[in-house]
């Protein structure tokens, strides 16, 4: 995660935290949050149309384990930036995503 990158997740975390208490923003956040897990489902759905998803895997359930995954690496680097460098952050996501991949053997 590059500088502009880490400054734009310290902006969305800050909003989301604004969002706990603040009513007028939760719709807000609640559009955001479903765009993100709209995109994040059409690009599982197309991995696997593609047939590079194990076969039978819950793409509702994984799209909810990768925005969580993505959600928690992001406030990693947030927070702990010289401890969570970006090549961690990038080998966390690789193995994630190659879980989900069909096996090649």
Excluded: N, Y
């Amino acid at each position: 995660m590059d500088a502009e990158r880490r400054e734009e997740a310290g902006v969305w975390l800050s909003f989301v935290s604004a969002a706990r208490t603040r009513p007028e923003l939760r719709g807000r956040l609640a559009k955001m949050q479903a765009g993100l897990d709209e995109l994040v489902h059409r690009v599982l759905l197309e991995t696997d149309r593609a047939g590079a998803l194990t076969p039978g895997l819950d793409l509702t359930v994984e799209t909810r384990r990768l925005s969580a995954l993505l959600d928690g690496l992001t406030l990693q680097a947030v927070q702990h930036p010289l401890l969570v460098g970006p090549d961690e952050l990038c080998a966390v996501l690789r193995h994630h995503l190659d879980s989900l991949a069909v096996a090649r053997g």
